[in-house]
């Protein structure tokens, strides 16, 4: 997100991560506020997978001590896991490339 957003726009994002839903995965970006300029600068998609925007307002962790058991998180197919793998690698080599071009411009 360092390379699309500016660092103003940075600190309305509260969180990055993955989500599966019926669909497949997706991007999902929780923002702390929303902001439209942010949202403008947000791609459709990343490496394929379609990113989605939440509002979530600020995210702290939270006691579990006397709360309800979560319920289990359906079992992700041997499929689901390679394209997951595939998709961390891609988003690693992406960053070293984008790590080796600042360097590259900035020496």
């Known amino acids: 997100m ?7 726009d940075a600190q309305h994002v509260a969180g990055i991560g993955l989500r599966q839903q019926e669909d497949g995965w997706v991007v999902r970006i929780n923002l702390r506020e929303d902001d ?6 947000i ?15 600020g995210i702290r962790a939270q006691s579990t001590a ?3 058991p979560r319920a ?3 079992t ?9 793998r595939l998709l961390i690698a891609a988003a690693a080599l992406l960053a070293v490339t984008t790590m080796a071009t600042l360097l590259f411009v900035l020496a």
């Open 2 to 8: 360092n390379t699309v957003l500016s660092t103003s």
């Open 36 to 41: 439209d300029g942010t949202r403008r600068k």
């Open 43 to 57: 791609p459709a998609e990343i490496l394929g997978v379609p990113v989605v925007i939440e509002v979530t307002g």
């Open 66 to 68: 006397g709360s309800a």
């Open 72 to 74: 289990a998180h359906p």
């Open 76 to 84: 992700a197919s041997p499929a689901d896991h390679s394209r997951l």
